[in-house]
């Protein structure tokens, strides 16, 4: 039937736009360009709170 191959193609599609979305999200945080700011990040829990009186 030609909408259960519409529904093949479509899925098909959509694993391989999926795979390079993962890629290049992947690609993107281990990039050298990112490596200070998630460095800088990765601190974030041990920073020290400012304390307030109440």
């Not at 391989?16 to 700011?37: E, H, L, M, N, P």
Request: charged share 20%; net charge negative.
């Amino acid at each position: 039937m030609a909408i259960e191959h519409i529904f093949d193609s479509a899925s098909s599609v959509m694993t391989v736009v999926s795979f390079i979305t993962f890629a290049g999200i992947w690609t993107w945080a281990w990039s050298k360009r990112k490596q200070a700011d998630f460095a800088q990040a990765a601190q974030l829990p041990f920073a020290d709170e400012e304390k307030q009186d109440v």
